[in-house]
Structure formats: C-alpha cells, structure tokens
C-alpha cells in the first residue's frame, strides 16, 4: 500500500493555486504551482483558470482570460502558471 502511494505521489506531484488578488479596476490575478509529478502546462494553467471562473461565477460574471504565462519543466522543476482576468457581464 505504501509503494502505491508514493507511485501516486510521484505521478500527480503536489499542487496549490493563490488566492485570486485585486490588481486594478475589476482586474485579477491568480497562480498555481506543481511539484513534481507528470502534469502538463495545460493541467497547471487549468488549475489557475478553474480559480479564476470560480471567483467571477461567484460574482454573477463570467471569466475574461486577459494574459497567462507558465515557467518550470515537466517532471524536472517546479512548474508555475499565473493568469490576469476579468469578470465581465454574461
């Protein structure tokens, strides 16, 4: 059981995604960082996109992807992405 979830561990590496922040009139920002693991930079900036449409669905509006921009190797270094977005009218 204990090779099994280090295999899992090694796999799916660690994951966290900031709190969305305030960087100017309804414009935000975002990031989320991956350790270790196989994960593409889609599944890292999705990470980051899911916090974003959260926060704007929260808010009645929907997500506006303004800039994003990811760093870090698969499987070699950590890997970040971090996004700015909208929340604008549906």
């Known amino acids: 059981m204990k090779k099994i979830l280090i295999l899992c561990a090694i796999i799916t590496g660690c994951q966290s995604v900031s709190p969305v922040v305030s960087i100017g009139k309804d414009a935000y920002m975002v990031g989320a960082n991956v350790r270790g693991g196989l994960t593409s930079d889609a599944e890292v900036?999705?990470?980051?996109?899911?916090?974003?449409?959260?926060?704007?669905?929260?808010?009645?509006?929907?997500?506006?992807?303004?800039?994003?921009?990811?760093?870090?190797?698969?499987?070699?270094?950590?890997?970040?992405?971090?996004?700015?977005?909208?929340?604008?009218?549906?």
């Open 45 to 90: 900036t999705a990470l980051s996109v899911r916090r974003a449409t959260e926060w704007c669905e929260a808010l009645g509006k929907q997500m506006e992807l303004t800039n994003a921009s990811n760093s870090g190797t698969q499987g070699w270094t950590p890997q970040q992405s971090q996004i700015m977005f909208k929340c604008v009218a549906k």
